[in-house]
């Protein structure tokens, strides 16, 4: 997938969004195609891995894909601990796994690596399980707010 996601994975994010957070995730109104166009190009940076046991990413916004470094056919199939610095794997996956328990986290703030190696610092981000229409979770989702470089922390 190189571009928006697909309206059914934009409906498990949003409505799994709306159920976990208690929040919308889109403007109201907005819904399927127009919905996955929307989180495509939004303001915030938005990425989902599955389930598989070494998790995979299989959607990254244009945002993302920018404060990453990687375009979307790069992004798509990267396992998502990548994201995150050698030294940081294991509090990631920690946190992930708190998710997985939980259902979403709101306020989270960690360390990420982008493609080229440039260490920054996400903050105010919200991770949630990604649910189809049985309830089961099918991935999780992180909507980032903010980030900044590692030397301004």
Not at 46 to 69: C, E, M, R, W
Not at 81 to 105: C, H, I, T
């Amino acid at each position: 997938m190189t571009g928006a996601p697909d309206a059914q994975l934009a409906g498990q994010l949003v409505d799994s969004y709306a159920k976990l957070a208690g929040r919308d995730l889109v403007p109201d109104g907005v819904q399927g195609l127009e919905a996955a166009r929307w989180l495509h190009e939004a303001p915030f940076a938005l990425l989902v891995h599955d389930t598989s046991p070494d998790p995979l990413f299989i959607y990254a916004n244009a945002t993302a894909q920018k404060v990453f470094g990687y375009g979307a056919d790069e992004f798509i199939g990267l396992p998502s601990r990548l994201s995150a610095g050698e030294q940081d794997r294991d509090a990631r996956a920690r946190f992930m796994a708190s998710v997985l328990r939980d259902g979403y986290a709101d306020g989270y703030r960690g360390p990420r690596v982008r493609k080229d190696g440039w260490q920054f610092w996400i903050e105010d981000a919200t991770i949630w399980n990604v649910l189809d229409a049985g309830a089961a979770i099918v991935g999780q989702a992180a909507l980032l707010r903010r980030w900044k470089s590692a030397s301004t922390v």
